[in-house]
């Protein structure tokens, strides 16, 4: 469809990650859309601008000169309060408030939040004290998460197997002050053991539009072995998440959520994400994210065949409602994280990295890259998210492994078993 000649606004995608690099892809096919700009962006996305996505005054003032709708990817400047900032100088701009952004800025603030409001979660404790908070455990007989309170990069979550390795948690986290100040305190909660999957919806403060599900692989090895990561690949959708189930997500977590958020006062409008657990067929939130998931965005955006500009634009005026129902591509989508040996722990960077290429059905997202001399090099733990379409989750499985395989540096390393937990579902 040719872009249209008038009135054509400016997108500002804040970030660097393969989230944001999927999200100015997309937002660069809208008719709507004149110039996507980054900032700072990597490698692979366009039109990037050196502005750290903290610096929120040039952020701004960047946005004002150049006529831009801002969408905001990461979680940092959200927590910051970027939204507020942007709305008081009549800045238009995609994303929720810093008061609803507490929902992942504060993990006790969103499991008190949840609490209060009924929304299914497991039992847990607060602490600050190390010495109280190993003594808990004592008292309780199930095994637990350990989880730092602010934000730590996705990775401030250890999943305990015995109480030995929830001491090891508590002192990682209160007492080594591994994650800085995000660990000066800590939710206890209770393990719950189930099957994992992402749901995320778009709202507007009234009503929330669920997108595709999908589901994560956070462990760094097959099999689910090894430390957390950020993520290390995904597929859209979830045969884990049937129609009835998505309902239920949908009723007891999504739209609760929501209007449990106004009815405290606060208008959530962005991505609201739930890490959910099931278990016998119930959901459980595990975390909740205010923004796309970074790998799911990947895939579900590889799957959207909407004009994703006008669904953020509707949200950010409180407009959802007056949208047509959105469609998806009739396909499953899977994106392999291909990160640098040794994340998340130390890894090599500036690696230049050979065989990047596109077809219909398949995208190279960047992530951790930059480009120096026209050569692409690794810049970060988590460096490509190859995602391909296919009619069946297996086809879309070997696809993105062919793509995959192409690509090569001297540091290269990626899970071999994306999306076989769906393949076991189906």
């Not at 393969?18 to 892809?25: I, K, M």
């Not at 948690?169 to 080594?176: D, G, P, S």
Request: with cysteine; net charge neutral; hydrophobic share 35%.
């Amino acid at each position: 469809m040719p872009k249209r000649d008038f009135s054509l606004v400016n997108v500002l995608v804040v970030g660097s990650g393969g989230r944001e690099h999927a999200l100015s892809w997309k937002l660069s096919q809208s008719s709507k859309v004149d110039t996507v700009f980054t900032a700072p962006g990597n490698g692979g996305t366009q039109n990037n601008i050196p502005i750290n996505v903290e610096d929120l005054d040039a952020l701004a003032d960047f946005a004002q000169k150049n006529n831009c709708f801002t969408i905001v990817g990461p979680e940092a400047p959200l927590a910051m309060g970027i939204v507020d900032k942007f709305q008081k100088q009549n800045l238009k701009i995609f994303g929720p408030s810093k008061q609803a952004a507490q929902l992942e800025s504060s993990k006790i603030w969103a499991k008190n939040f949840m609490k209060r409001n009924n929304i299914p979660t497991a039992r847990f404790e607060i602490f600050d004290d190390p010495q109280k908070a190993k003594e808990h455990l004592d008292s309780i007989d199930y095994d637990v998460v350990v989880k730092a309170d602010g934000l730590a990069a996705g990775k401030g979550v250890i999943v305990c197997s015995n109480k030995e390795e929830a001491i090891s948690a508590i002192e990682t986290i209160l007492t080594k002050k591994t994650f800085g100040d995000a660990g000066n305190k800590i939710i206890i909660e209770e393990r719950i053991d189930g099957i994992e999957a992402s749901f995320i919806a778009l709202s507007d403060g009234k009503i929330a539009i669920p997108m595709a599900s999908s589901q994560d692989h956070k462990r760094i090895f097959d099999d689910d072995k090894g430390p957390n990561t950020g993520g290390m690949g995904a597929y859209s959708p979830t045969p884990i998440i049937d129609e009835s189930l998505a309902k239920k997500i949908q009723d007891k977590v999504i739209d609760k959520t929501i209007q449990s958020m106004k009815s405290e006062g606060i208008e959530f409008r962005g991505f609201l994400y739930a890490g959910i657990m099931l278990k016998d067929g119930e959901p459980y939130v595990l975390e909740y994210n205010v923004r796309m998931g970074d790998p799911e965005c990947q895939p579900i955006t590889m799957r959207m065949d909407f004009d994703l500009f006008d669904y953020l634009a509707a949200s950010s005026e409180g407009q959802l409602q007056s949208l047509p129902q959105i469609k998806w591509k009739n396909q499953y989508a899977v994106c392999i994280v291909l990160a640098s040996k040794g994340y998340p722990e130390k890894y090599p960077k500036d690696e230049p990295i050979s065989g990047i290429s596109n077809s219909e059905d398949s995208y190279v997202f960047h992530a951790g890259t930059i480009k120096k001399d026209q050569v692409i090099l690794s810049n970060g733990g988590r460096v490509l998210g190859v995602t391909a379409l296919g009619d069946t989750l297996e086809q879309a499985i070997q696809n993105a492994y062919k793509q995959s395989d192409k690509i090569s540096w001297a540091n290269k390393y990626c899970r071999r078993d994306i999306g076989k937990k769906g393949l076991s579902y189906l």
